[in-house]
């Protein structure tokens, strides 16, 4: 496979995943924008129309009744109205819980939209922090150092791994010189396995954790950046 064409690949996909995390957070503002929306509009009608949340503003109905002196019957307590205080909590607005409950929401909601786009600016650092350090890294290996490491990663990829033997006949090299090369990207943090089988002989691996980051084609572009 081109390893340009295969490198632009995993870029697209980087670009893909971003896509899909920003779409993420333009719904949880989309949401968020229509519930400020409701609450606005319901404050509106409220100041549009105060006597219906506040029955204190009643008007009084004007009777055509004769008004008859009340010093000539017994005092008597007046009926309670209602009032927009509940009596249980001391005064405390009834609907506060309602408002309480509507503040929740949006604060959860306020919350969800600023983690997710922390959340995506976490992602995009990490990334961008990633690549620089893979290319830093490779950029300091010299041109025989680069071709071992990258032979035993074409090795690994082929069939699981590589030794000093393979690589010194795939390289026209002295087993020496690839242990030498070996020790030498290991020094500069290339991130190369070796494992000693039967007391004897040396495997060469690319460690995992590099070939879950990037592949070869991408190490080649970064590189070449």
Same mark, same amino acid.
């Given at each position: 496979m081109d390893p340009i064409k295969d490198a632009f690949g995993k870029v697209k996909d980087d670009i893909d995943f971003l896509r899909l995390e920003i779409d993420e957070i333009r719904k949880n503002l989309i949401e968020l924008c229509e519930i400020m929306k409701q609450i606005t509009k319901k404050e509106d009608e409220n100041r549009q129309n105060p006597t219906i949340n506040n029955p204190a503003h009643i008007p009084k109905i004007q009777t055509n009744q004769q008004i008859i002196p009340a010093h000539n019957y017994p005092l008597k307590s007046l009926n309670t109205q209602n009032q927009p205080f509940s009596t249980g909590n001391e005064g405390v607005p009834a609907d506060r819980q309602t408002d309480q409950q509507t503040d929740k929401y949006i604060e959860n909601n306020q919350n969800i939209g600023k983690n997710s786009i922390e959340n995506a600016a976490e992602m995009l650092k990490s990334l961008d922090n990633i690549k620089k350090d893979i290319r830093q890294k490779f950029k300091k290996l010299t041109e025989q150092e680069w071709l071992v490491f990258s032979t035993i990663y074409q090795l690994d990829e082929e069939i699981g791994h590589s030794d000093y033997r393979i690589l010194a006949e795939r390289l026209k090299l002295t087993e020496s010189s690839i242990r030498d090369y070996v020790a030498r990207l290991i020094k500069k943090g !290339?991130?190369?396995d070796k494992i000693k %089988? $039967? =007391?004897? =002989? !040396?495997? %060469? $691996?690319i460690s995992k954790n590099l070939k879950q980051i990037a592949s070869l084609p991408t190490i080649i572009t970064l590189r070449d950046l």
């Open positions: !290339i991130p190369v %089988l $039967n =007391n004897k =002989n !040396i495997q %060469l $691996n």
